[in-house]
């Protein structure tokens, strides 16, 4: 069984950086596809970025490439978001995920943290 806890969200201007962080416990973190969720109000929870366990594969969804930077410290049991240039779109609750194994479900899922971009 895996736990996930997220931290780092707020409230940010637009144009803005946030760094999110959600620490693992109680599995082998480095067999784990991490991955970032985000879920906006009113609408349905969405896909943003992996990592493979190794972190040499990535993959970020168009809305946010070149703005958002997945990374881990697999010493850490840590996988971080950091997140540049934020805009009001980007307001939602961001969850971090893990599954065993790249391309497989995501399995475990943290509580979420809420990011909120200000115009």
């Known amino acids: 069984q895996v736990q996930l806890v997220e931290s780092g969200g707020g409230l940010v201007q637009a144009g803005g950086s946030l760094r999110l962080s959600c620490v693992a416990s109680?599995?082998?973190?480095?067999?784990?596809?991490m991955g970032w969720f985000r879920q906006a109000p009113g609408k349905e929870r969405e896909f943003v970025t992996r990592i493979s366990g190794s972190g040499g594969w990535i993959y970020y969804v168009d809305s946010v490439r070149g703005r958002f930077t997945i990374s881990r410290d697999n010493a850490k049991n840590t996988v971080y978001l950091q997140m540049i240039s934020l805009q009001p779109d980007d307001t939602a609750v961001y969850y971090c995920a893990a599954a065993p194994g790249w391309g497989r479900p995501y399995n475990y899922w943290g509580q979420g943290t809420q990011v909120t971009v200000s115009s």
């Open positions: 109680g599995g082998s973190f480095s067999n784990y596809m």
